[in-house]
């Protein structure tokens, strides 16, 4: 079983920066497909980006340019780095690793899941 614990968020100014972490336990995740989800209120939970075990990064257009994806599996963690933040970042960013050799932007092909980390941006 894999644990997923997501950290970083907070109340930041629009163009402001923040970096999102999620650490893992329990395994190895350095074979998963990592993903970043994002769920806004009354919303459906929504892609924002992931990270291949070969270090193959997609991201939705709206966040490209914006934001950055990486992983540290000597440390067994993912990152979200944000910069430029909008008003219309703010959610609730989850954490999520599939285990299958895909890459897929659907939040069901996902094994695990993080609780999620606010991320509140003000205008």
């Known amino acids: 079983q894999v644990r997923l614990v997501e950290s970083g968020g907070g109340l930041v100014e629009a163009g402001g920066s923040l970096r999102l972490s999620c650490a893992a336990s329990?395994?190895?995740?350095?074979?998963?497909?990592m993903g970043w989800f994002r769920q806004a209120p009354g919303e459906e939970r929504e892609f924002v980006a992931l990270i291949s075990r070969g270090g193959m990064t997609s991201y939705v257009d709206s966040v490209k340019g914006r934001a950055t994806i990486s992983r540290d599996n000597a440390k067994n963690t993912v990152y979200l780095q944000m910069n430029s933040l909008k008003p219309e970042d703010t959610a609730v960013y989850y954490c999520?690793?599939?285990?299958?050799?895909?890459?897929?932007?659907?939040?069901?092909?996902?094994?695990?899941w993080g609780q999620g980390t606010q991320v509140t941006v003000s205008s």
């Open positions: 329990g395994r190895s995740t350095s074979t998963y497909t």
């Open positions: 999520a690793g599939d285990v299958a050799y895909s890459v897929s932007r659907t939040p069901s092909r996902y094994d695990y």
